[in-house]
């Protein structure tokens, strides 16, 4: 059974950081491009960061370059969003994804499409002063 399971969420000032951590059961990160996606309320699911299976390359949302960074532990089977300079327009519920690489997509495709991924429940990120 598949299971993607987040932490790390919580209340930041802005201008700070927090780190989220996703541990993917049931699946191995060298078959399954991994990202993370965020969901303000009322607004659509949107991709944050990805990061691609097979040599680890990475896609960010042209809102958080810079800021936010993706990383991975093969061996933990963990993916990792480090959530740095935050802004109130941050604040919105942080997804876990997986996306298996047999379907032969680009990890930008994985970041900007929303089906064929299994997700996380999520961890709310809050930034206000």
């Known amino acids: 059974q598949v299971q993607l399971v987040e932490s790390g969420g919580g209340l930041a000032q802005p201008g700070g950081s927090l780190r989220l951590s996703c541990v993917a059961n049931g699946l191995l990160l060298d078959y399954y491009d991994m990202g993370w996606f965020r969901q303000a309320p009322g607004k659509e699911r949107e991709g944050v960061s990805c990061?691609?299976?097979?040599?680890?390359?990475?896609y960010s949302h042209d809102s958080v370059k810079g800021r936010f960074t993706i990383s991975r532990d093969v061996a933990a089977n963990t993916v990792y969003l480090q959530l740095a300079s935050l802004k109130p327009e941050d604040t919105a519920v942080y997804y876990c994804?997986?996306?298996?690489?047999?379907?032969?997509?680009?990890?930008?495709?994985?970041?900007?499409?929303?089906?064929?991924?299994?997700w996380g429940q999520g961890t709310q990120v809050t930034v206000s002063s």
């Open positions: 994804a997986a996306r298996s690489k047999w379907r032969g997509t680009t990890v930008q495709a994985m970041c900007v499409e929303t089906s064929d991924h299994w």
């Open positions: 990061i691609d299976a097979t040599d680890g390359s990475i």
